[in-house]
């Protein structure tokens, strides 16, 4: 069975500090794709970033970047200089490469940036 | 509107009644699904469809009925609504390739409060 860990529930942050979500899973599938979902309180649930289990190289889309390590199953995001819009829910979520898979999605991880 | 749209946006019924929450996507997306988000329990799957006139049980589907007669169109169906499906149903796209589905495109919800 597929299982997704944020253990962060909530964290809170001022603005321009670097922060990192928390993304531990576990599958017993060879390959696999990892998932970035951000909710802001307006409730819409926006698409970030796929990755591929045989893709290791982190990836760094403006202030986001994410480190994938397959060796100890984790899949953390990181904004830097965090600015008052980042504030949402985080979630990630992982499904299997082959045949028809659907999302495991984490529970999520809150994140508050105060100004 | 291009997109996937879902109706109502809000709902109040009552406990017993039969709800439809109807979806729609202008996408032509293979693949459908319906999530319930609970505080606490994350994002949950309920059922999902990988065509038209193919759909199958996600992991809380107790209580749902789903149909897919057309590739666009996924309509939730509380057929005897309880008080413990108040919750908010999100609506799910994504495109897919030798059966295997890709990131997931949401709608923007629709909040069930069953009195």
């Known amino acids: 069975a597929q299982k997704v860990t944020q253990a962060q529930t909530e964290i809170s942050v001022v603005e321009k500090e670097d922060v990192t979500l928390d993304c531990v899973y576990e599958t017993r599938d060879t390959t696999y794709y990892l998932f970035w979902y951000k909710q802001p309180p307006s409730g819409e649930l926006v698409f970030l970033i796929r990755r591929n289990s045989f893709d290791e190289q982190n990836e760094i889309s403006g202030r986001y970047s994410w480190n994938f390590q397959k060796s100890t199953s984790s899949f953390n995001f990181t904004i830097t200089a965090s600015q008052v819009v980042d504030s949402a829910v985080y979630f990630c979520a992982l499904s299997a490469y082959s045949g028809y898979s659907t999302l495991t999605f984490g529970k999520g991880t809150m994140l508050l940036v105060s100004p | 509107d291009a997109g996937i749209t879902q109706s109502p946006r809000y709902k109040i019924t009552e406990t017993g009644r039969q709800v439809t929450l109807m979806c729609h996507q202008t996408w032509s997306h293979s693949y459908m699904f319906w999530y319930r988000q609970d505080l606490g329990h994350g994002l949950r799957l309920i059922y999902y469809?990988?065509?038209?006139?193919?759909?199958d049980k996600g992991e809380v589907p107790d209580g749902y009925v789903v149909s897919r007669s057309k590739t666009e169109n996924f309509p939730l169906t509380l057929e005897s609504a309880t008080r413990s499906q108040t919750s908010v149903y999100f609506c799910?796209?994504?495109?897919?390739?030798?059966?295997?589905?890709?990131?997931?495109?949401f709608g923007p919800g629709t909040r069930l409060t069953v009195t």
């Open positions: 799910a796209s994504s495109d897919g390739d030798r059966g295997k589905a890709y990131e997931q495109y």
């Open positions: 469809s990988a065509a038209a006139d193919i759909t």
